[in-house]
């Protein structure tokens, strides 16, 4: 038993499992167990003791060779995007009360009908998602933005509800590569132990546009709630369409494609180099016993032979490419699985244990914050606050405060255990590593949603629910970096199709729109959060068997031929 994780006992490499760090000896060769892993590519500084993963390739066009400035320059430009992004959706909720009154229609309808944005966002991140997987992310990015721009430019002339919603529809089919891609991004060009503060870096900028949407106008930092109240709601779109009209020029100049493929055997989180593997242990009799099937160490040094043999054997042609070649726009495609394959085959994972695990724990979790930023304006315009559009768009300055505060801890954190872990596991990492960051999520985050309900209820000080508000923000971080990290080191090769599995959630979110306004009128905000907490505790306490059998978990999915047939799918 590693830390907890039940060892498997079919498979001597289960696919996730991976050699994280090692003993650098005396002598300043690598090795761990008594093998001499010098062979394989290692961090650099405090982390030279820990073992590339996955190994990157002999060429330089391979984003993990890429330099780590060029990787985040890349990821820093995404970021922002995303933030954007993320804020383009509820930007407008302080203004729902006065646009009830210009559309002549009751809250709950408006909150309901825009809606409907979530749900084109749940439907068509599997096409665009489906896309980036056949060919290429950056395409996929920039078709977007320029969804995004044309959408916002739209709205920013809607004079009538109908023409506003058509134009949202066509933006979030824009937002939906945000919802998946970043995530595939960070796993295309990073190794395991440096995506905990990536990931924490996108989870913060996503928090701030989806929590803090209603914050814009990112270049002076003025609230969205101002350009309401003083310039009106259109302007919200004026303002998200210059910033979109600049960042299609951003992600073209300074946005490669991230998509590459490299051997198998380099994969040495995947276990997919195992027909290698098991070639040179059937050619070396040493490293096998005269009966039963090789021992932990002699696979480990097999697969640091097969790596060893990949890297030599494969003859690198190619010489990098230059600068004007990344700037094309299409690459060819990057799979070679049928476009209607990759497009059902995320509805299929659905049946993977850690999928659906990580579909309930991340998308019903976030989908809180969606439910409670879209009635900010119910709660807080009401009496005892009386709080202004204005008003109401400073609430949501808690949230940016939350969301800042939990990608500075949350991130550092994520790494550390992973490699403090790993190194207690005799240099072994395990993909349930990232799971242990749900405590957090389970202390704050139920403290968080029974106490706003509960202040709100109370009537407390108009402090008290915001605080709550703000460690919402803060907890569920947590839960994001925990679950993206661990669905991409179980199925890193299928990456994308799994992330669009748990952005179903957008469906929940879609349906809760539509009532969550008229439950909190008939029953009062402390039931209804209450409700939500009790949900989310029992959500984050699912995580203890998903550790303890995560592994079995994974060696089932990987030996049993219905999840073979999925992944082929």
Known sequence: MGLGVLEDRHLSHVPGTALLTDVVGSDSYHNQGGLNTS?????????????????????????????????????FFICIDTAVVGAWGPMITPGFVEMTSQFGISYNKLNGDLGYGILMIGLSCFVTNSMAVVWGRRPVFLLGNLLLFISSIGGFYAHTFNSLLGFRLVGCIGMSPFEVLVTTTIADIYFVHQRGVRLAAWGLCLSIGVGGGTIMALANIK???????????????????????????????????????????????LGTGQEKVDQLTSNDNSKKAASGSPGAEDIVEVEIEAIERAATNTTWSEKKHSYWHDLKIFHGRVSDDPFWKVLTRPFLMLIFPQVLFSFFAYGLTTSWLVVVGSVLAQLFTAPPYNFSV??????????LIGALAGAFVSGPIADWIIKMMSRRNGGVYEPEFRLVLIVITFVLGGISFFGFGWSLQEQDPWIAPVIFYGLQYFSVGFM????????????????PE???AINLRNLYSFGMNYFISDWISSQGPKEVFCIIGGVHVFICLCAIPMYIYGKRCRSWTSRVKLFEKVMQA
Not at 55 to 69: A, G, I, Y
Not at 480 to 495: E, Q, S
């Open 39 to 75: 062979a394989l590519r290692h961090g650099k500084g405090r982390d030279s003791d820990v073992l590339l993963v996955p190994q990157p390739s002999n060429s330089p066009n391979d984003p993990l060779n890429w330099p780590l400035w060029k990787k985040d320059l890349i990821l």
């Open 223 to 269: 609230h969205s709630g101002y350009i309401i109240q003083n310039l009106g709601w259109n302007w919200t779109y004026g303002i998200c369409a210059i910033m979109f009209g600049v960042w299609i020029i951003v992600l073209f100049f300074f946005c490669p494609e991230t998509a590459y493929r490299r051997d198998d055997s380099l994969n040495t989180d």
């Open 390 to 399: 204005s008003g109401v768009g400073l609430v949501s300055v808690a949230s």
């Open 480 to 495: 994001t970096i925990a679950v993206y990290g661990y669905l991409t080191d179980c199925h890193r090769d299928k990456a």
């Open 498 to 500: 799994a992330f669009a």
